[in-house]
C-alpha cells in the first residue's frame, strides 16, 4: 500500500512541476470575423500553448515574432472548450511577441515555455 502511495505522490509532483514551467501570456477574444491578436511576449520561448478557455475558436496562424523577423506557423485547426495544442518552435528563440490569427465566439488562453 505505501509503494502505491508513493508512486502516486511522485507522478502528482511530476505532473505539477511539469505545469510550473507555462508562463501565462494572457488571453485573447476571439470574435465572429476573422482578426489578428497580438500577445507580448519579450522573452525566451521554446513552446507556445494555446488552450480554449471558452466557446469555439478556429486559429488560423501564429505568428513568432523576433524583433524585426517574424516566423508564420499554420496551425488551422478549431477548438473547442478545454482544447490546447502545444507548438514547438524547434529551439529556444528570443520572442518578442505573437500574433495570432483567429475568428469565433470564443477565448482562448495563452503560455510559453
Known amino acids: 500500500m505505501k509503494k502505491w502511495l508513493a508512486i502516486v505522490a511522485i507522478t502528482a509532483l511530476g505532473a505539477a512541476a511539469a505545469r510550473a514551467d507555462w508562463r501565462n501570456l494572457g488571453e485573447v477574444a476571439a470574435g465572429s470575423k476573422s482578426q489578428a491578436s497580438d500577445v507580448a511576449v519579450a522573452g525566451t520561448v521554446r513552446v507556445v ?21 517574424k ?3 499554420r496551425v488551422m485547426r478549431r477548438f473547442n472548450k478545454g ?3 502545444d507548438i514547438d518552435l524547434g529551439y529556444d528563440r528570443n520572442v518578442t511577441g ?7 465566439p470564443g477565448r482562448l488562453r495563452v503560455n510559453a515555455k
Not at 505573437?98 to 469565433?104: A, D, F, V
Open 98 to 104: 505573437l500574433r495570432i490569427s483567429l475568428q469565433g
Open 49 to 69: 500553448q494555446v488552450e480554449c478557455t471558452d466557446g469555439t475558436v478556429l486559429v488560423n496562424v501564429v505568428s513568432v515574432r523576433e524583433g524585426a523577423a
Open 71 to 73: 516566423t508564420d506557423i
Open 83 to 85: 482544447d490546447k495544442q
